[in-house]
């Protein structure tokens, strides 16, 4: 069973700390409606892979605190992508470039992009 609410908050949280971090082109996708695989995937841009490693532990750690624990973690080391998997919620976070080559947006264009006011 989907749980939106749960989804929401995790988003929400994510989303805030990016911002926070100065996070680049944070992009919500609603992927519910379309795959089991999660509920959103949040997508942003780090300016390097020290950027982009912060804005993960953040991330992470954010949640954490919440009482959202994570299931997996991708990319890490190499931090050109780093995915954060928290179940309901997939997060991406890429350097320019391989966000550019990867354009999940697209891959996905039958996710509803939505805006973080949509959720409040």
């Given at each position: 069973?989907?749980?939106?609410?749960?989804?929401?908050e995790i988003?929400?949280?994510?989303?805030n700390t990016?911002d926070?971090?100065?996070g680049?082109?944070?992009k919500?996708?609603?992927?519910?409606e379309?795959?089991?695989?999660?509920?959103?995937?949040?997508i942003?841009?780090g300016?390097?892979i020290?950027h982009?490693?912060?804005?993960?532990?953040t991330?992470?750690?954010?949640l954490?605190?919440s009482?959202f624990?994570i299931?997996?973690?991708?990319?890490?080391?190499?931090?050109g992508?780093i995915?954060?998997d928290f179940?309901?919620?997939?997060?991406?976070i890429?350097?320019?470039?391989l966000?550019d080559?990867?354009?999940?947006?697209r891959?996905?264009?039958d996710?509803?992009?939505?805006?973080?006011e949509e959720?409040n």
């Amino acid at each position: 069973m989907v749980d939106l609410k749960n989804s929401q908050e995790i988003i929400k949280i994510s989303y805030n700390t990016l911002d926070d971090k100065m996070g680049e082109d944070i992009k919500i996708l609603d992927i519910h409606e379309i795959s089991a695989l999660a509920d959103y995937f949040l997508i942003a841009s780090g300016r390097n892979i020290n950027h982009i490693q912060t804005l993960a532990d953040t991330v992470e750690e954010n949640l954490s605190k919440s009482g959202f624990n994570i299931i997996n973690k991708e990319g890490y080391s190499s931090g050109g992508w780093i995915l954060l998997d928290f179940g309901l919620v997939v997060i991406h976070i890429f350097d320019k470039e391989l966000r550019d080559f990867y354009c999940l947006e697209r891959l996905w264009r039958d996710a509803k992009a939505i805006s973080i006011e949509e959720l409040n």
